[in-house]
Nanobody
């Protein structure tokens, strides 16, 4: 499966962005999809994950209430809606897939998108 992440950019504090993760070359619907992010000089951290049937979980306490994950299996695409953005949300955001339940560990994911950069200015 190939993943293409998009939607990143430069936004001011308090703004919103919607990231997309388009899948191709496989049955996107059978996978759990997660979003991770990696800030400069930091380790990659899990943000949120959604099951194949739209059950979701948010791992990062710092984004609860501001970010929401969703997916459209018909469009082979997953999304991360990010609202009330803060400078500390600045990072490269990656989408990833695994065939079984959502899991926080990055090494458990089989497929990765190339990342999309989100920069939040203060």
């Amino acid at each position: 499966v190939q993943l293409q992440a998009s939607g990143g950019g430069l936004v001011q504090t308090g703004g919103s962005l919607r990231l997309s993760c388009a899948g191709s070359g496989g049955d996107f619907s059978i996978y759990r999809m997660a979003w991770f992010r990696q800030a400069p000089g930091e380790e990659r951290e899990g943000v949120s994950c959604i099951s194949s049937h739209n059950g979701s979980t948010v791992w990062a306490d710092s984004v609860k209430g501001r970010f929401s994950i969703s997916r459209s299996n018909a469009e082979n695409t997953g999304y991360l809606q990010m609202n009330s953005l803060k400078p500390e949300d600045t990072a490269v955001y990656y989408c990833a897939l695994r065939p079984v339940k959502c899991y926080y560990n990055i090494y458990e994911y089989d497929y990765w998108g190339q990342g999309t950069l989100v920069t939040v200015s203060s």
